[in-house]
């Protein structure tokens, strides 16, 4: 199992960037696929989720500004992110996602990790 993230990158506030997350090696319509943050001396935080069903979920901070979508025909997942933050500053991850796709409904249950990719809102 191979999932690769990228489009991480430096940007100032206000602006936008989409991440990728390519997936191989597994079936990939068999799950739900999350993306996931940790900032520098933070706990990592789940920011989106979208199930096989096409049910997407997101943390409160990001709702409205983010939006996750994937194209099973290209094994690929990504993340829009709009209207970026400074405390939008975080390594960001794609995970596999096992169970529930719903943050408020408890920790969902990861699979596989990607690498992360590194995202920087800053003027």
């Known amino acids: 199992v191979q999932l690769q993230a990228s489009g991480g990158g430096l940007v100032q506030p206000g602006g936008s960037l989409r991440l990728s997350c390519a997936a191989s090696?597994?079936?990939?319509?068999?799950?739900?696929i999350a993306w996931f943050r940790q900032a520098p001396g933070k706990e990592r935080e789940g920011v989106s989720c979208?199930?096989?069903?096409?049910?997407?979920d997101y943390a409160g901070s990001v709702k409205g500004r983010f939006t996750i979508s994937r194209d099973n025909a290209k094994n690929m997942v990504y993340l829009q992110m709009n209207t970026l933050r400074p405390e939008d500053t975080a390594i960001y991850y794609c995970?596999?996602?096992?169970?529930?796709?719903?943050?408020?409904?408890?920790?969902?249950?990861?699979?596989?990790w990607g690498q992360g990719t590194q995202v920087t809102v800053s003027s």
């Open positions: 995970a596999t996602v096992a169970g529930h796709c719903v943050f408020s409904l408890g920790p969902v249950t990861t699979v596989d």
């Open positions: 090696g597994f079936t990939f319509d068999d799950y739900a």
């Open positions: 979208l199930s096989t069903g096409g049910t997407t």
